[in-house]
Antibody
């Protein structure tokens, strides 16, 4: 059974870069079956898609965040990562990693989520 | 970008009730719509994709319908485990979510 686990700092200062990693177990990140994605949820609010990446390196981004987002794969560690630059308090959220089946852009496996607070 | 509007934002219901949640898209998304259930402090859980296909393991009391711009999620007989927030998500172009519908105990 595919499992995903987010990790990274829980507190980031304004204007700095948020960095998170998602570790995948129960399957290979090199699979053709899935894209690997990031979604976030500000406290008490709804869900927002951030970005996704395929094993080939093909990437997709939320247009509203694209200029600040980097997404990458580390196949040797079976991980994928998110970097969000120039953060503000508006980037405070629970960040989830998830799988997106190649046959349809819905999200069928999710990590438990990690809260990142942007504050000085 | 495609906007998704859910209604109602909050719904009060009792165990055994039939519950319907609506999701409207700002433009046609064919059948490219998914539904999720989220409980407090937990990640969302996929219930339905492609408008009406029940995800493996999701209870059969959940059903989805619709195409184009109007979609519904129906719970045929509300169970105690179903009190949660439900989100729709379109994937016709990019990925965008509705604002959520909280199903509360009446």
């Amino acid at each position: 059974q595919l499992q995903l686990q987010e990790s990274g700092p829980g507190l980031v200062k304004p204007s700095e870069t948020l960095s998170l990693t998602c570790t995948v177990s129960g399957g290979s990140i090199n699979t053709i079956t899935y894209y690997w994605g990031w979604i976030r949820q500000p406290p008490g609010r709804g869900l927002e898609y951030i970005a996704s990446i395929y094993h080939s390196g093909t990437t997709y981004f939320n247009p509203s965040l694209k200029s600040r987002v980097t997404i990458s794969l580390d196949t040797s560690r079976n991980q994928f990562s998110l970097k969000l630059s120039s953060v503000t308090a508006a980037d405070t959220a629970v960040y989830y990693c998830a799988t997106i089946p190649r046959v349809g852009d819905y999200l069928d496996h999710w990590g438990q989520g990690t809260l990142v607070t942007v504050s000085s | 970008d495609i906007q998704m509007t859910q209604s109602p934002s909050t719904l009060s219901a009792s165990v055994g009730d039939r519950v319907t949640i609506t999701c409207r898209a700002s433009q046609s998304i064919d059948r490219w719509l998914a539904w999720y259930q989220q409980k407090p402090g937990k990640a969302p859980n996929l219930l339905i994709y492609e408008s009406s296909i029940l995800e493996s393991g999701a209870p059969s009391r959940f059903s989805g319908s619709g195409s184009g711009t109007e979609f519904t999620l129906t719970i045929s007989s509300l169970q105690p485990d179903d009190f949660a927030t439900y989100y729709c998500q379109q994937y016709n172009r990019d990925l965008t979510f509705g604002g959520g519908t909280k199903v509360e105990i009446k």
